[in-house]
């Protein structure tokens, strides 16, 4: 196997996944109200199933057949108004109330509290709030509720032939309340990319009331009302359903890889692209072992692939600007690269269509390393340009050092997921031999030197996986503390019983 | 004179401008401590030039020598650490602080609380804070004192080669300040433009201490705390320095003037252009009184400002596209327009260079109009394109209506500042005869009639001119009530005892 003899180690036999016969709940320690008894349920299959998001630890406690802080109840909600009536039950008897969309969080968000500190936990599934309600094609705009996932809601569009165009690497598995509550970044490189941009109004159903924001393109009313909930990780209240920005589908594209030296030389390119105003919807520069990884290079260049599209116009002109950028930076570009293409595969071939496949399959692979008792986890970062090099230097030598010290061998490699004028998102890829019965502290110690790493030069403890319960060490210390006292007093104002999601983003 | 002539009324002859001698203010009812004396005045030209904005309301009553609730103090800090002290003796006791940058506001963003409402009230004149730190030309940012008035801070990037490239109206009057607390629009049409997107990190002094966020391109850590100063006005906290993203110089620039049939005929060239991914610098679209007013067209048609620039690349292709779609629209584009021009003076020619220039010298213009005693002032809003037709017929007939009945005489026109792909930012002028004794009271009643309209068909009070005090009574209703108890809560946490510029934006 390639990666063990990467790895230098021999690859250990897979774990099983549990069955639900094998896992031992605690008994649930509350009943809904009557009136709630037909959106709850507390089988042991719902409650193991909402008691993880998707994390390494996650998947390395399911294997372990530890489910021993589960939600005592899952709710369903069909409607916005059993949405008010499981969050005023909560509220009244002072139960935890966890807001789950796709279960996807990697970093803790979706779990219940540490047992004992409420007498109970509730984890609201917002899975069944999945209609788009109306669509306006004038604005291009859709009211959607904030249940549904990645691949319905973009079935709903097309055949208005719109597009949301927000493809989080958990797309298939995770919600747009999700998406908005954590500030997701999608899959395209520039310019319109966090989910955040694409709000033009929210329903926000809190323990106080309902809050709702006018449908506006932009509006200098005071703070952005859509900007505090974008991120709040569901503390402040529950978002049931958004109006959003979409897009025609594209129906012009054009991409290519070019191949540099090292992955400077590629940071340099993407850097002069990103400052270009070309705007590419695809700039994603992998390092070597990434492009190995991915299919898309030999493991001993960097590949960047760079991508137009439009709904509207040709991309010879941009395409031939950035091809130009990239041979200015030392970049090979092939033979006839960049003309664009009018169908709808165009994007899907050769080394540009490797990678987009890799992408898609890659939390895949990840579960079936660790089921195998191996780390294979990531972390990510926003960075600007100018620490960038050095910034890199000191987070791969930080954590090679924390491989070889923990688990005696492993690699780290590196993409870029987002790019900006001003800066850039580095996405870190972690693969290390270790065993079951010490992956999760193995992989604490790990995290725990990336983490402090990207904190003391200069980075974001993430650029787009959110806070959750894993990232509050960091998280608090990146914050300004004056911040945290505005924020925390917003949360009170709107959660005075402090029920919504206790322990993640603040307290 | 022409506008006499379509305004049917023979136009008054103007009022002079106030002495200072013939200025009569109240004594100031505080004076600083000693440790702070050289940072402040209390002169009668330093009170009265600090009471107002510059709105119509302010002219007519600086024209009526009314000065009777001054600040008694103006503190003009040159230091960050001075505007903790003042805050700080502000706070201790218990006088209001009103941030002052370039004493733009035309909401009433500047000026001073009812008389009694406070023991004294200092108004903060940023203007020493005016120095550009630090340049990254790597990144593309800058460290920025937040007193800096536009000129100036365009004056230090130019030999960098860099610009901050966002030109409100106020341009030469409001500093990055005033622009960052007020969510000020810039002069571009499309895409960036809006000083939120422009913000890389902030400092913000409140009378609990300093809260700094990170220098970061982008962070998914939690609501972005950049996002809650943005638009507040100076009632969280005032803002002493911000790391702002900037840009090359343009270059290479193509703009043209497209005329069109009516207004409606323009705007559906407008939607078309904003859902085109073109991101035209310019797109603004005049009726056929602005175009007349602005000497870019005959008056009977509407005229679209169309243009591009980039300091990286040639703009013939999106050019030809944008005037493909105006043709599409039954624009009428001149003869040959359209080429890339490479010279800084390419975008000061022809119709579109009249518009600028009409553009920069309206606010002198409207002080003329209200010294000769009629009323002369302009609101904005934003609305999506499905009900833009709908909307900006319902506000164009009660604000003739209003006219009529108040004035018996009176013209409203309007332009387009600012397109989204799914709305626009329309900005209404009125003009109309009054009496010098009756302006405020004539404009009240028409400025009623139009904010009421523009709630009522769903747009905002304000898409960049601010809430001031002036905007209150309507901005308290567009504003969710849940959002308005989470931000006061938020402003609580931040300025205890309430000094910070109160009665602006939240009680």
Known sequence: MLLAARLGIDVPTRGTAPRIEDVVLPAPRIAPPAALAALCADDPLTRASHTYGKSFRDVVRGLAR??????????????????????DWCDGAGLAAIP?????????????????????????????LDRVVEIDPVSRAARIEAGVFGPALEDRLRPHGLTLRHFPQSFEFSSLGGWIATRSGGHYATLITHIDELVESLRVVTPTGIVATRRL????????????????????????????RLQARPTFRTSAAVAFADFAAGAAAVRAL?????????????DPGEALTAGAGTGTEAV??????????????????????????????????GRTRRDEEGARD??????????????????????RGMISETFETAITWDRFADFHAGVTEAVTGALQRVCGAGIVTCRFTHAYPDGVAPYYTVLAPSRPDRQLADWAEIKQAAAETLLALGGTITHHHAVGRDHRPWYDRERSEGFARALGAAKRALDPRGVLNPGVLID
């Open 66 to 87: 530890d489910f021993a802080n589960p939600p005592d109840v899952v709710a369903r909600p069909a409607t916005e108004a059993d949405v008010v009536a499981i969050l």
């Open 274 to 286: 990103a400052q270009s105003g070309l705007h590419p919807a695809n700039c994603r520069l992998l």
């Open 304 to 337: 960047l692939v760079v991508g137009f599209e439009s709904a509207d116009h040709e991309l010879d002109a941009p395409m031939a600007r950035a091809l130009e950028c990239c041979r200015d930076h030392g970049g090979r570009v092939p033979e006839g690269a």
């Open 350 to 371: 050769g080394a540009a269509g490797a990678w987009r496949q890799a992408f898609l399959e890659m939390p895949y692979v990840r579960d079936a390393f660790v089921a």
């Open 100 to 128: 789950y969309g796709g279960g996807s969080s990697v970093v803790g968000g979706v779990e219940a509290p540490p047992a004992g500190a409420f007498p109970g936990v509730v984890s609201i599934d917002l899975g069944a």
């Open 217 to 244: 393109p932009a509006s200098g009313a005071g703070p952005s009302p859509e900007r505090l909930f974008s991120g709040s990780e569901g503390v402040l209240g529950i978002i049931t359903e958004a109006w959003m």
